[in-house]
């Protein structure tokens, strides 16, 4: 692993982790975070994903983590500055192509908001979908009514930025970035409903295969929220052929789905040049054992972690696999 700090157009420096494998490389894989997470939280999966044969980098966010200034209060930052200048300036730190993006919910939603995701050759998303609030389950309505229409405004005035550890909400925020995912949580078409033809376009203009990821039991980004995701809410009005042609890619996922007991882990096999299989147990993102997850190509199982494992009846091109961990 090493430590580096990556300089962004603007001149900033954002920390980054690189994990690096043995031998000639086969691609690189950048894990973009989601909101409040910081690079730590990636570690095992980055290091495993280093001993598959892949350079694969984490980051903190400008703000966030090991990229946070001593002093929040009157720090400058949005979200269009974590995509445009932070996410861009990774891309550019990852010279080894193919390059493949891995998004945590904020991290998948705003890949269509960097200049440079020409680079990205194949993208998986996980728990990435529309934060419009009143999608969240019933018995979050309240607490999510009271962080977007209490807590955060006087938070922002109060203090200059979101103290969220103290407040145990999400983490420590710039103001920027808070107030902006604020107005996109409040909007029903979220990203694309409150930033504009603009945006739209640029969803609309997002071209890598893309392989989705949510989970039944989640109650921040249900799977209703995920089937909404601006990814393909807003193709439709920017450009109806590339909604079309998304829309029929969608319908070659499926949703991986967590039940309360076991794991049971989908792995997606997207379309005839894109591949990808992704775990999850309960304590991390992605379990590092027992799976054997190679970017493009097929899942395969260890040897004794495969009892339980059965194949689904594909759809279209699909070869979804579903493993049970016990």
Same mark, same amino acid.
């Given at each position: ?240 052929? !590339?909604?079309? +042609? $998304? @829309? ?9 789905? /967590?039940?309360?007991?076991?794991? %049971? *882990?989908?792995?997606?096999? !997207?379309?005839? +040049? $894109? @591949? ?9 993102? /992605?379990?590092?054992?027992?799976? %054997? *997850?190679?970017?493009?190509? !097929? ?21 979804? *696999? ?5």
């Amino acid at each position: 692993m090493l430590d580096s700090l990556v300089e962004t157009k603007d001149g900033q420096h954002i920390a980054a982790r690189f994990f690096r494998p043995q031998g000639e490389p086969k691609g690189s894989v950048l894990i973009v975070p989601a909101m409040g997470v910081t690079q730590d939280y990636y570690q095992p999966f980055a290091s495993w994903l280093a001993t598959q044969g892949f350079i694969a980098a984490t980051f903190d966010y400008r703000g966030t983590g090991l990229s946070r200034p001593r002093d929040l209060r009157g720090f400058k930052a949005d979200i269009f500055d974590w995509a445009r200048l932070d996410c861009a300036a990774m891309i550019d730190a990852l010279p080894q192509r193919p390059l493949y993006w891995i998004g945590h919910s904020l991290g998948g939603q705003i890949l269509a908001l960097v200049p440079n995701k020409h680079s990205v050759a194949k993208a998986v998303t996980v728990a990435t979908g529309s934060g419009y609030w009143l999608e969240n389950v019933p018995s979050l309505r309240f607490k999510v009514w009271w962080l977007w229409f209490v807590l955060t405004p006087i938070a922002l005035r109060v203090c200059g930025y979101f103290p969220g550890k103290a407040l145990r909400k999400v983490g420590d925020l710039p103001k920027g970035v808070m107030a902006q995912w604020r107005r996109w949580c409040l909007d029903p078409e979220y990203a694309v409903g409150a930033e504009g033809d603009v945006v739209r376009a640029q969803y609309a203009a997002v071209r890598a295969p893309i392989v989705s990821i949510s989970f039944s039991d989640d109650e921040m980004m249900s799977v209703r929220k995920h089937r909404i995701d601006t990814q393909l809410l807003h193709l439709r009005a920017a450009d109806p052929e !590339a909604h079309r +042609a $998304a @829309r029929h890619r969608r319908r070659t996922h499926r949703a991986l789905r /967590l039940f309360p007991r076991r794991v %049971r *882990v989908l792995a997606l096999a !997207a379309a005839p +040049a $894109a @591949r990808a299989g992704l775990g999850r147990n309960q304590r991390q993102l /992605l379990p590092i054992q027992p799976l %054997r *997850v190679v970017l493009g190509e !097929a899942l395969t199982v260890p040897d004794g972690h495969d009892r339980g494992a059965r194949e689904l009846v594909p759809q279209q091109s699909v070869e979804p *696999v579903l493993v049970t961990l016990r």
